[in-house]
């Protein structure tokens, strides 16, 4: 049996993350349109250009989710207003019918 170090598991988790972060990019380039920040600089300084970059792709997709969770939930609380406003609708036309 082959024993894999925890080197080698981090480099290929790595791989392909970066490899779904390039099909990321090719889909949707503006998603990654983020200004840098001090962060950037600080892990460019150490040479560490690739993770600088992941940590930069993750917090723009994590500020899309987050914008998209808020919208779901406003969407979730008209829905429920707009369905009781039908119910209410529908007692009130079937009283009178």
């Known amino acids: ?26 889909c949707r380039p503006s998603l990654f349109s983020v200004p840098m920040g001090s962060g950037i600089v600080s ?6 250009d690739g993770a600088a970059e992941f940590s930069e ?7 899309k989710v987050g914008i998209l969770a808020t919208h779901r ?14 119910k209410q609708l529908t007692k009130e036309l079937d009283e009178k019918y």
């Open 1 to 26: 049996m082959n024993q894999v170090t925890y080197a080698t598991v981090t480099a290929i988790a790595i791989d392909k993350a970066s490899g779904r972060i390039t099909k990321l990019r090719r």
């Open 43 to 48: 892990a460019n300084e150490n040479g560490d």
């Open 57 to 63: 792709c993750f917090r723009a997709l994590a500020k």
């Open 73 to 86: 939930a406003e969407l979730m609380e008209m829905y429920a207003s707009s369905e009781a406003s039908h």
